[in-house]
């Protein structure tokens, strides 16, 4: 089956710096999908995205479905301890990418 | 409140016992799927099922099965469970009219030895 490719696979990160991970495929998708996952718990929704080249906020994440519709980032901006965890991009046909691992340090 | 259970959360079994992890959801889904973590290999679908007595291979369905007899619940089953299926399991329901947004369990840590 076919996986997303997703990148950076971890991060090590100031607490108060941005993040950036982005997530490709040699497919096309309708929707593309933002999960972060805690340790110890399944993965939570966090941003969903319909159309090509929309840009959808939820609070200090943002995230895009690009153009192609064969790629799609996710920023964090003013990262924060809670912020740890792993983030994973998915898309509408149940394929979900390899993950990216974040720690913040305080 | 929207949720999906899953248990055992966790397992350690020796290898040919089988062994049974339930999943149940209270969203009224259809779709559900069964998925498996696995260090840097991301989240892998084992079976879906679109709705009561209709599943199908994921991904990596080898040594596992699955059965939906109500909407609610989707267990998953290791009829002779092997070392190289210990992994971390999720169940997850599906919002199919959102774009295929995933609600998943708690998770189910199992270690076949």
């Known amino acids: 089956?076919?996986?997303?490719?997703?990148?950076?696979?971890?991060?090590?990160?100031?607490?108060?710096?941005?993040?950036?991970?982005?997530?490709?495929?040699?497919?096309?998708f309708n929707t593309w999908l933002w999960y972060k996952q805690d340790p110890g718990e399944g993965p939570v929704?966090?941003?969903?995205?319909?159309?090509?080249?929309?840009?959808?906020?939820?609070?200090?994440?943002t995230a895009q479905?690009?153009?192609?519709?064969?790629?799609?980032?996710?920023?964090?901006?003013?990262?924060?301890?809670?912020?740890?965890?792993?983030y994973f991009c998915a898309s509408n046909q149940f394929y979900f990418g390899t993950g990216t691992s974040l720690t913040v340090i305080p | 409140e929207a949720q999906v259970t899953q248990n055992p959360r966790y397992l350690i079994t020796v290898?040919?016992?089988?062994?049974?992890?339930?999943?149940?959801?209270?969203?009224?889904?259809?779709?559900?799927?069964?998925?498996?973590?696995?260090p840097g290999l991301g989240l892998r679908q084992i079976y879906?099922?679109?709705?009561?007595?209709v599943t199908d291979k994921g991904d990596v369905p080898e040594g596992y099965k699955v059965s939906r007899k109500e909407k609610r619940?989707?267990?998953?089953?290791?009829?002779?469970p092997s070392p190289n299926q210990t992994s971390l399991y999720f169940c997850a329901s599906t919002a199919l009219a959102r774009g295929n947004e995933q609600f998943f369990g708690p998770g189910t840590r199992l270690t076949v030895l």
């Open chain 2, 15 to 38: 290898t040919g016992k089988k062994l049974t992890v339930t999943c149940s959801q209270n969203m009224n889904h259809e779709y559900m799927s069964w998925y498996r973590q696995d």
């Open chain 2, 73 to 80: 619940n989707f267990p998953l089953i290791l009829e002779s």
């Open chain 1, 45 to 61: 929704l966090l941003i969903a995205l319909y159309k090509a080249g929309e840009l959808t906020s939820n609070g200090r994440l």
């Open chain 1, 65 to 86: 479905f690009g153009i192609t519709r064969k790629d799609s980032f996710l920023n964090i901006s003013a990262s924060i301890p809670s912020d740890v965890g792993i």
């Open chain 2, 48 to 53: 879906y099922s679109m709705n009561v007595e």
């Open chain 1, 1 to 28: 089956g076919q996986q997303l490719n997703q990148s950076p696979q971890s991060m090590f990160i100031q607490e108060g710096e941005d993040v950036s991970m982005n997530c490709t495929s040699s497919s096309i």
